[in-house]
């Protein structure tokens, strides 16, 4: 049987009915123990099929795509463009959230009371994250990059946190792979080569169960959301990151637009499952594989240049995450009736940025690291507690404008190394129009 809907339809309507099922056993007191127990599992299978092939998927990408380039200076130049282009838009985007968070205040419109209340309910829940804040506080400096060499690769690839030391390795290996004479190294180039291809295959597949997969996890987040009562109060908040998201995805495309001259409807019919699968799961990791997929088969980059930028842009380019840092510190200051000089916000662009970085690519890894940019700017921690009743679904779109950015990324470091053609699906999925301009 053919399909015809486009799979981003597809899961969009598995998303409305996931939604509309947790809205209905909502109201029954068997309801919310019926979706744990009988329709979330299936969620859990989903991510944890994706996040199954996140490793392997980085580890094949990466030494295929650094092999590819058959030459370090190529390298060095895609990578310098890489984390430049990845810091300019994070930079853009914690200036974004500052400004806005400046100009809309949503921090004025909690009154007192709330806030004491709010406090005291939800200290108990952000003790975990100021826990695991504090022990990355009282590691040094340069913590992270010691972090980034492994020494044992075998154990890093055991957790899907250990990502960056996966992608030195990778890196490095690939390197190794370009200095050996073409033949000695043509056995372990085809293996690689072809592990690639299946690992992309099996994105395939998981992609089959999409709409399902997301219809279980929606209608498991509906059951479980906390009383609407309390997104009121946080609803300036909260639409003061929605706004900074949107400008962010509009800059996403524009600038798409003008370096590759690709239409908007062009990029956001490419990525948007990538989207979608963001938003479902909160984890940029668990959607690497989807995004890898689209950006490749349906927005033109080539397999060099995707499995560089991609597998970095996932751990390390969150622009979501650094907007929503930068207004949620100022949000918690602006409640607690603090005032932040020009500097002090400077350095919130600093650290939101570095933060940002410093997040792993899963649910809620935003809020650990919000604690940082807190503390740097003298902000209260036990703030955070007037977050965390809305931060999953900030997370959900957070996490959809990260893959965004590193989507628009892909396709800018491409074009400007030579590495951007024409889509060509691979699979049964939908033909999208080219729409692209002269
Ligand atoms: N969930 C986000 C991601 O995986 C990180 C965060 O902001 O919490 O991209």
Do not use: C
């Not at 205040?105 to 004491?116: L, V």
């Not at 799961?281 to 995707?306: D, K, W």
């Not at 931060?391 to 892909?410: C, E, F, K, Q, Y």
């Amino acid at each position: 049987m053919k399909l015809k809907l486009a799979l981003h339809w597809r899961i969009l309507i598995g998303m409305a009915l996931g939604v509309l099922m947790g809205l209905i056993l909502s109201n029954f007191d068997w309801g919310k123990g019926f979706v744990q127990d009988w329709i979330k599992p299936f969620g859990k299978i989903f991510i944890n099929a994706l996040k199954l092939i996140a490793i392997p998927l980085i580890l094949a990408a990466l030494i295929k795509g650094v092999s590819d380039l058959k030459d370090i200076s190529k390298l060095s130049k895609m990578g310098g463009r890489t984390i430049g282009i990845y810091l300019t838009t994070t930079i853009m985007a914690v200036s974004i959230g500052l400004f806005l968070v400046n100009l809309i205040k949503p921090g004025s419109s909690i009154s007192e009371s709330t806030r004491t209340e709010m406090v005291s309910n939800y200290s108990q829940s952000t003790e975990t994250y100021k826990e695991t804040a504090k022990q990355q506080k009282e590691a040094g400096p340069l913590k992270p990059l010691e972090d980034l060499v492994t020494d044992n690769i075998f154990a890093s690839a055991t957790s899907n946190r250990n990502m960056l030391q996966v992608i030195f390795f990778a890196i490095f290996f690939g390197i190794g792979l370009i200095l050996i004479p073409e033949e000695t190294g043509r056995t372990v180039k085809h293996f690689f080569d072809g592990f690639n291809e299946v690992i992309l295959k099996m994105v395939d597949l998981i992609m089959l169960a999409a709409p399902y997969g997301v219809f279980a996890l929606l209608a498991a987040i509906v059951v479980e959301a906390p009383s609407a009562d309390l997104f009121k109060a946080l609803g300036w908040y909260s639409t003061t990151v929605v706004i900074g998201l949107l400008v962010m995805i509009a800059i996403y495309t524009l600038l798409v637009f003008i370096f590759t001259k690709r239409t908007p409807r062009f990029f956001i019919n490419g990525i948007s499952p990538a989207q979608l699968l963001a938003f479902s799961t909160s984890s940029s990791a668990a959607t690497l594989p989807v995004t890898m997929e689209r950006v490749t088969e349906h927005l033109g980059v080539e397999e060099e240049a995707a499995s560089f930028v991609l597998p970095i842009g996932a751990t390390i380019n969150m622009d979501g995450t650094s907007l929503y840092q930068a207004v949620a510190a100022v949000f918690i200051a602006q409640a607690f009736g603090m005032d932040l000089d020009f500097s002090t916000q400077l350095g919130i662009i600093a650290t939101a940025t570095l933060a940002s970085i410093g997040s792993a690519a899963v649910p809620g890894a935003g809020m650990v690291m919000l604690v940082g940019v807190m503390g740097y700017a003298g902000i209260p921690e036990a703030g955070l507690a007037l977050i965390f009743a809305v931060d999953r679904p900030l997370d959900m779109l957070r996490t959809s404008v990260n893959v965004t950015g590193d989507g628009a990324v892909s396709m800018l470091v491409a074009k400007s190394v030579g590495k951007l053609g024409e889509p060509h699906v691979k699979n049964w999925d939908d033909n999208y129009p080219l729409n692209k301009v002269e």
